[in-house]
């Protein structure tokens, strides 16, 4: 397949800029896009989105947003990260910030969603990364263009390919967005068998009475090593996997280890009142607490889990203003739990059980999405689709 560099393509390759003084929620009238509002699903995350003046967006040469053209970011951790300015994209008129290039396509000589599924795949990827500099706070500059050799069909095989990625990844968005609805709805089941903990707490104990916490801590000195056959180490809620094994000296103290269905608690930082729940033995970190109620206590893991997952904004709005969040295990075992009785909460754990064997097929049919994707991709700018 004939290749060409993306330059060759582009009708325009643009960056934006901000106001000096910068740009804020309420500093203006038009959206102004940075690095973080770009997803990793080539879409957008509109939270937290700046605004300029009118007068500013009508002066400024380059980096307004139009239909169907392509962003990526130019430098940061997130350098290279792509999004397609879709016919769902809300804004009328829009522009990208500093951090940001702006690609239009001449659609007399490529296909635009061509284009941007090609920057999006592991060789467009790499291709960008070519042209990476820096150290500290590294990008990429205009060069890039230059640099990434597009693989160029004629324009009906660029629109036929397209079309196929477009679909596969319009699938692939349906699963994530069926999880994330799955995720909110133990949630709900909670709320409608036992209203609002908030509401209540009149009617409540503390959690110490129904549940054992145990607080993790740093390893002492330099017990754990990568190349290690202990426990992995665990100081994050999301942070499944393996991580550092510990020595057995360190392993083999129980107070420090989680088992398998214990509630993971994030009790430091910016993620603290997180949740996730154990899959397996883990060592706890200093930013962990593990949650596991007690033999004979009238409540179940589920139903302690979702009256903690609404304590997330609690601890957030608590640590507004503040440096850093530490939740201690005095506030911890604090809480008010609302009240109930055990054929409650077993209800509670059938209902949940059933959402997370739903969630379990969707992660199932995500993943072999994803390896279907992967591959239509690989075959795509290969000539070979």
């Not at 690095?35 to 040469?61: C, M, V």
């Not at 500099?133 to 397209?162: H, N, Y």
């Not at 409540?299 to 609404?310: G, I, K, N, P, T």
């Amino acid at each position: 397949m004939n290749a060409v560099p993306l330059e060759a393509v582009l009708a325009s390759l643009e960056s934006g800029a901000r106001p000096a003084g910068g740009a804020s929620v309420d500093s203006g009238e038009i959206p102004s896009l940075g690095g973080e509002h770009l997803n990793a699903e080539g879409g957008f995350n509109f939270t937290s989105l700046k605004r300029i003046p009118r007068p500013f967006f009508e002066s400024i040469r380059g980096g307004r947003i139009a239909s169907r053209d392509i962003l990526v970011v130019k430098d940061g951790a997130t350098t290279g990260k792509t999004s397609f300015v879709g016919e769902d994209f809300p804004f009328h008129e829009a522009a990208v910030n500093e951090h940001v290039f702006c690609l239009r396509v001449d659609q007399s000589k490529a296909c635009p969603e061509y284009v941007y599924h090609f920057l999006r795949s592991p060789h467009g990827q790499r291709s960008i990364a070519l042209d990476f500099r820096g150290a500290t706070v590294g990008g990429i500059s205009r060069d890039f263009a230059r640099k990434v050799r597009l693989p160029l069909p004629p324009l009906p095989e660029q629109r036929r390919i397209a079309a196929i990625l477009d679909k596969a990844d319009a699938l692939r968005a349906k699963r994530r967005a069926a999880l994330a609805k799955l995720d909110t709805l133990t949630q709900s089941i909670f709320l409608d068998m036992f209203g609002d903990p908030f509401e209540h707490r009149g009617d409540s104990v503390p959690l110490g009475e129904m549940a054992d916490v145990l607080m993790g801590q740093s390893p002492p000195g330099a017990s754990y090593n990568v190349a290690g056959d202990g426990t992995p180490l665990l100081n994050g809620p999301t942070e499944f996997g393996p991580r550092y094994p510990l020595e057995k000296q360190w392993t083999t103290e129980p107070t420090r280890l989680c088992a398998k269905g214990d509630i993971l608690f994030c009790v430091r930082g910016a993620t603290a009142g997180r949740l996730n729940r154990a899959d397996k033995v883990y060592c706890l970190g200093r930013g962990l607490a593990a949650i596991r109620p007690r033999s004979g206590a009238p409540v179940s893991a589920e139903f302690l889990f979702a009256v903690l997952d609404r304590y997330y904004d609690y601890f957030q709005v608590k640590g507004v203003g503040s440096t850093f969040i530490n939740i201690s295990r005095q506030e911890l075992e604090s809480l008010p739990i609302p009240r109930s009785h055990r054929a409650q909460a077993d209800a509670l754990t059938r209902r949940v059980g059933a959402v997370e064997n739903a969630k379990a097929a969707h992660v199932q049919s995500l993943c072999a999405l994803e390896s279907l994707f992967a591959s239509l991709q690989h075959r795509a700018f290969r000539g070979e689709l």
